[in-house]
């Protein structure tokens, strides 16, 4: 039996792995990876890497053994997600797994945004699996924000149609920190959380606090959903992407993303990273 995590060569995936290594010995954890290059620096590590694709279900029979506690990280194909997660569902069943956390969307079949079909999608086929799971339904990442300081110091402002809607983010390591809690503690089978920041902030205040810390003037500046579709097309985005982005600002706006139940505060027992060290840890990163 091993704690076995995919996406392990991702933000998320490799915060969950640091987090595990000081909890568990190297050796009881296997990484899900695509290829053999990328498992050398987790071999090297001690960390068995077992090498799978979500869109090559052949090659998901070896990820998984019988008993294995697996973090399942959903996939970042949007639009594919359905086939390939359905198929590492199906790869987890006939593994014979003791437990499948999957890294799914706050509001689960209630969200009301399209990206969270595929999420629904899987959550269904892990249910009708029968294999124990736990759903980690994860809300926003703050990086979605504080990752763009760059872009916002030379646009001068956050353009978006979320309006006052707010925003419960919290950073991928409060995140990686709740897996980490739910593949190494007990009772977390067939259980459900709704993972968010504690507290929810509209973009006028990411934006006046970041202002605030940084010295340099950033605005929200908010625009109607077909203003910025065409805004996002201009960057170059494709139009499906752009329809998403602009979906999620309304989910927003409609307070789908502002939940704060506190599951995430409760299973990592500290509350969670606020928005200002969000903001200032991306600052400090920026100095380099
Ligand atoms: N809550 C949020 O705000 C938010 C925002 C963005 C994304 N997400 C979701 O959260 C997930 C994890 O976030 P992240 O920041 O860690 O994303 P990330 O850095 O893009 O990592 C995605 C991981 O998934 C792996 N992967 C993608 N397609 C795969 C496939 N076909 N077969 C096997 N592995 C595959 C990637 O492997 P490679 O290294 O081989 O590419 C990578 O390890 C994302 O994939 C997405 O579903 C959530």
Request: zero cysteines; glycine letters at 12%; a negative charge.
């Amino acid at each position: 039996m091993s704690i076995v995590v995919t996406g392990a060569t991702g933000q998320l995936g490799r915060l969950v792995l640091a987090g595990l290594l000081e909890k568990v010995p190297a050796s009881g954890i296997a990484a899900v990876v695509r290829s053999e290059e990328k498992g050398a620096e987790f071999a090297a590590r001690g960390i068995e890497p077992r090498i799978a694709d979500y869109d090559r279900p052949e090659t998901l029979k070896g990820a998984f053994h019988e008993g294995d506690r697996v973090l399942f990280v959903s996939g970042s194909d949007i639009g594919r997600r359905g086939p390939q997660h359905r198929a590492v569902v199906a790869a987890a069943q006939a593994a014979g797994v003791a437990q499948l956390a999957y890294t799914g969307v706050l509001g689960g079949p209630r969200a009301d945004f399209t990206l969270a079909d595929e999420h629904k999608i899987t959550e269904q086929a892990i249910l009708d699996s029968g294999v124990p799971y736990t759903f980690l339904r994860n809300g926003w990442y703050a990086e979605m924000y504080v990752g763009r300081i760059p872009q916002l110091f030379e646009q001068g402002a956050l353009v978006g149609s979320s309006g006052e809607g707010r925003l419960a983010a919290a950073p991928r390591a409060d995140y990686a920190a709740a897996a980490v809690a739910v593949l190494t503690g007990e009772g977390h089978e067939n259980k459900v959380y709704e993972l968010s920041g504690d507290d929810a902030w509209t973009m006028a205040e990411f934006t006046a606090e970041l202002t605030r810390q940084s010295g340099r003037p950033v605005t929200f500046q908010n625009v109607t959903p077909e203003r910025h579709k065409d805004i996002l097309l201009g960057t170059g985005l494709p139009e499906f992407l752009a329809d998403v982005f602009v979906d999620v600002d309304a989910a927003i706006a409609r307070g789908s993303l502002a939940h704060t139940p506190g599951d995430l505060s409760r299973l990592i027992g500290r509350p969670t990273t606020p928005l200002a060290d969000s903001i200032a840890a991306g600052l400090k990163e920026l100095e380099g």
